[in-house]
């Protein structure tokens, strides 16, 4: 049991080491440029990854309490609960992305002001259940010895919390789940009927991203909420080590395998890539002055974005 709790405390100071630089770095790039800062997916993606990361402090805390077996100022348990809410309050920050893309890709028309609301009511939440947990009359713990966090339901008010997070997290889902459908029934029937989607490429990368975050969260959610599973610490360590992995790993790793943009960004290539694109540019206009005639696909107006044009060069006589 020391050597189990000594394994999977090393397990999380690795975690905790290696991968929030890298998540920090990114989040970092969506808030300070501004073509990234200007678009609210991004903003959205953003602050979905701050709640990510949130994951972190328990998995240090942790980690410490496995190996040294030291909880500082009982940060542990208080950081448990940061991560447990911040789980739900992502949830329903992925269902605004989701409308997000369903309002984009599919042309919806409705107020910016619905978004926003959403938003702040996630926030309202994620903040109302931590003073609840906080109280003297809920809690949500790790019991000695235990690999897994628990509900203290010997306490009056821990029901009602349990089940508003639980509620939240199904019903964000679900609604999560229904917006990506009808966006893939959206997109086979345009592709079918051969119609160009302006920024598709781009569409299509944002897409496939918030696809997958979805598919990973809601396995681990029907895995530990839907099934009874054995209160044995090798299944405690595989839960909150996949969970780690799922919040501080495979973004980033989307990330930097699906978007070519940040993956320039996150590598410092951007301004490399620029100037060898402006002195090509340079030269083929010296040399072979040309006029332009393009045909915009009609959809939502993201700015001079050179996927969203369809050009036929003609040369000058």
């Given at each position: 049991?020391?050597?189990?709790?000594?394994?999977?405390?090393?397990?999380y100071?690795?975690?905790?080491?290696f991968?929030?630089?890298?998540?920090?770095?990114?989040?970092?790039?969506?808030?300070?440029?501004?073509?990234?800062?200007?678009?609210?997916?991004?903003?959205?993606?953003?602050?979905?990854?701050?709640?990510?990361?949130?994951?972190?402090?328990?998995?240090?805390?942790?980690?410490?309490?496995?190996?040294?077996?030291?909880?500082?100022?009982?940060?542990?348990?208080?950081?448990?609960?940061?991560?447990?809410i911040?789980?739900?309050?992502?949830?329903?920050?992925?269902?605004?992305?989701?409308?997000?893309?369903?309002?984009?890709?599919?042309?919806l028309?409705?107020?910016?002001?619905?978004?926003?609301?959403?938003?702040?009511?996630?926030?309202?939440?994620?903040?109302?259940?931590?003073?609840?947990?906080?109280?003297?009359?809920?809690?949500?713990?790790?019991?000695?010895?235990?690999?897994?966090?628990?509900y203290?339901?010997?306490?009056?008010?821990t029901?009602?919390?349990?089940?508003?997070?639980?509620?939240?997290?199904?019903?964000?889902?679900?609604?999560?789940?229904?917006?990506?459908?009808?966006?893939?029934?959206y997109?086979?029937?345009?592709?079918?009927q051969?119609?160009?989607?302006?920024?598709?490429?781009?569409?299509?990368?944002?897409?496939?991203?918030?696809?997958?975050?979805?598919?990973?969260?809601?396995?681990?959610?029907?895995l530990?909420?839907?099934?009874?599973?054995?209160?044995?610490?090798?299944?405690?360590?595989?839960?909150?080590t996949?969970?780690?992995?799922?919040?501080?790993?495979?973004?980033?790793?989307?990330?930097?395998?699906?978007?070519?943009?940040?993956?320039?960004?996150?590598?410092?290539?951007?301004?490399?890539?620029g100037?060898?694109?402006?002195?090509?540019?340079?030269?083929?206009?010296?040399?072979?002055?040309?006029?332009?005639?393009?045909?915009?696909?009609?959809?939502?107006?993201?700015?001079?974005?050179?996927?969203?044009?369809?050009?036929?060069?003609?040369?000058?006589?």
């Open positions: 049991m020391a050597n189990l709790e000594n394994i999977s405390g090393v397990i100071l690795l975690m905790a080491a991968l929030p630089p890298i998540y920090i770095r990114i989040i970092y790039i969506f808030v300070t440029r501004q073509k990234y800062r200007k678009l609210e997916c991004y903003r959205l993606m953003a602050q979905i990854g701050i709640m990510q990361l949130m994951v972190a402090p328990i998995t240090v805390l942790g980690g410490m309490r496995r190996v040294f077996d030291v909880d500082p100022l009982n940060l542990t348990e208080i950081s448990l609960k940061l991560a447990s911040s789980i739900k309050v992502e949830a329903i920050l992925s269902l605004v992305l989701a409308m997000n893309r369903l309002r984009m890709i599919c042309g028309k409705y107020p910016d002001a619905v978004h926003t609301v959403i938003v702040a009511l996630s926030y309202t939440y994620g903040l109302g259940l931590f003073v609840v947990l906080m109280s003297p009359w809920a809690n949500f713990r790790m019991p000695t010895g235990s690999f897994m966090g628990r203290d339901f010997s306490l009056p008010l029901y009602y919390a349990a089940l508003s997070a639980s509620s939240v997290m199904l019903c964000s889902t679900a609604c999560t789940f229904a917006i990506y459908v009808v966006i893939i029934c997109l086979s029937r345009l592709r079918s051969a119609v160009i989607i302006k920024h598709y490429k781009r569409e299509r990368t944002i897409l496939v991203y918030a696809v997958i975050r979805f598919v990973t969260d809601m396995t681990l959610l029907i530990f909420n839907f099934f009874k599973l054995p209160d044995e610490p090798w299944v405690g360590i595989s839960i909150y996949a969970y780690g992995l799922n919040n501080l790993l495979l973004s980033p790793l989307l990330y930097l395998s699906l978007h070519k943009a940040i993956r320039r960004d996150f590598f410092g290539m951007t301004e490399i890539q100037k060898q694109s402006s002195s090509e540019k340079q030269h083929k206009r010296s040399c072979e002055p040309r006029t332009t005639m393009c045909l915009v696909v009609t959809g939502h107006d993201y700015g001079d974005d050179p996927e969203s044009r369809i050009c036929e060069r003609s040369s000058v006589i």
